[in-house]
C-alpha cells in the first residue's frame, strides 16, 4: 500500500533524510520511532505530498505519486492527522467531520442546492449517520455540537481522528497520535486502529504505544533507517538502544 524507494530531502547542506526505503503492506500498523530531528515528520510530510523528496520514489497502492500533491493522493485514499491537531475551530465537531466527505460532492448541481430535494436530504442524512458514528467510535459523540476550538488537546485529537476515518480510508498516516490523551483515551485510539479495514503508519514517542499497537517497527536515527522489524526485535536491538531505547 506504501512503498518508499530510496527517498532523500536535502535542506541546503542538511540531510533531513539519506536513502529511507520502506515497504508497508496492506492492513499493516508501521510504526516509526527514533530521537527528535530523527526525520520522523519529513518523511510523513513526502509520503503525504506536502514536500517533495530530493531523490528517490513515493508510490501508494501501487501507482507512483512521487511528483504528485497531497490532494492526489488524498483522492486514491490516503488520510493524515497531525503534531498539532488541525481542525476548524469556529465550526461545530459534527461539522469538522460532515467535512470530511464534501469533496464527494452533493448530487444534482447547482439546483438540488437551491431547492433541497428529497434524494439531496437523504444524502445529508446518510452523511449525517456516518459522521454521528465515526464520533461515536472514537467517543466523541456527546461533544458533536461543541465548537472544536473551545476542546482540549486531546479531545480536538480524537476530532481530527473521527476526521481521518469516516471516510474509510485505504491508507492512514498519524503523527504523534496519543501526545495530550490520557490513558483512556490512549487506550481508545488504539481499539480505533486495530479496528479499521486501512492500512497504517504512525509516529510516536510513546514506545509502550508503539510496541503494543504495530505489527512492525522502523527506527530513524539521523535521518537513516537503523532497524525494521518486529516490535520483540526491536526491543533487543543494540543500535537502536544505544540510539533511541536507552
Same mark, same amino acid.
Given at each position: ?26 492492513? &499493516?500498523?508501521? &510504526? ?75 448530487? &444534482? ?11 439531496? !436530504? !437523504? ?15 472514537? &467517543? ?107
Amino acid at each position: 500500500m506504501i512503498e518508499i524507494d530510496d527517498v532523500s530531502v536535502r535542506f541546503g547542506g542538511v540531510h533531513a533524510l539519506t536513502g529511507v526505503s520502506l515497504a508497508v503492506p496492506e492492513g &499493516g500498523v508501521c &510504526g516509526v520511532i527514533g530521537p527528535n530531528g530523527a526525520g520522523k515528520t519529513t518523511l510523513f510530510d513526502v509520503v503525504t505530498g506536502l514536500r517533495r523528496p530530493t531523490a528517490g520514489s513515493i508510490r501508494l497502492r501501487g501507482v507512483d505519486v512521487t511528483s504528485t500533491g497531497a490532494v492526489h493522493r488524498a483522492r486514491l485514499g490516503l488520510r493524515r492527522t497531525f503534531q498539532r491537531p488541525q481542525v476548524f475551530g469556529r465550526l461545530t465537531v459534527l461539522d469538522n467531520v460532515l467535512a470530511a466527505l464534501e469533496w464527494h460532492g452533493g448530487g &444534482g448541481g447547482l439546483a438540488a442546492d437551491l431547492v433541497g430535494g428529497r434524494a439531496r !436530504r !437523504r444524502l445529508e442524512a446518510a452523511r449525517r449517520d456516518r459522521a454521528l458514528a465515526a464520533l461515536d467510535r472514537c &467517543g466523541i459523540a456527546d461533544l458533536r455540537d461543541a465548537h472544536a476550538a473551545d476542546l482540549p488537546i486531546g479531545r480536538r485529537r480524537m476530532v481530527e481522528l473521527a476526521r481521518a476515518i469516516v471516510d474509510d480510508p485505504a491508507v492512514l498516516l498519524l503523527d504523534e497520535p496519543t501526545s495530550g490523551l490520557d490513558a483512556d483515551q490512549s487506550a481508545l485510539f488504539a481499539e480505533v486502529i486495530a479496528s479499521l479495514d486501512a492500512t497504517v503508519l504512525l509516529v510516536e514517542h510513546d514506545v509502550g504505544f508503539v510496541m503494543t499497537t504495530c505489527d512492525r517497527v522502523v527506527v530513524l536515527d539521523l535521518g537513516e533507517v537503523i532497524a525494521d522489524g518486529p516490535p520483540d526485535d526491536i526491543r533487543r536491538n543494540p543500535r537502536v538502544r544505544t540510539a533511541y531505547l536507552g
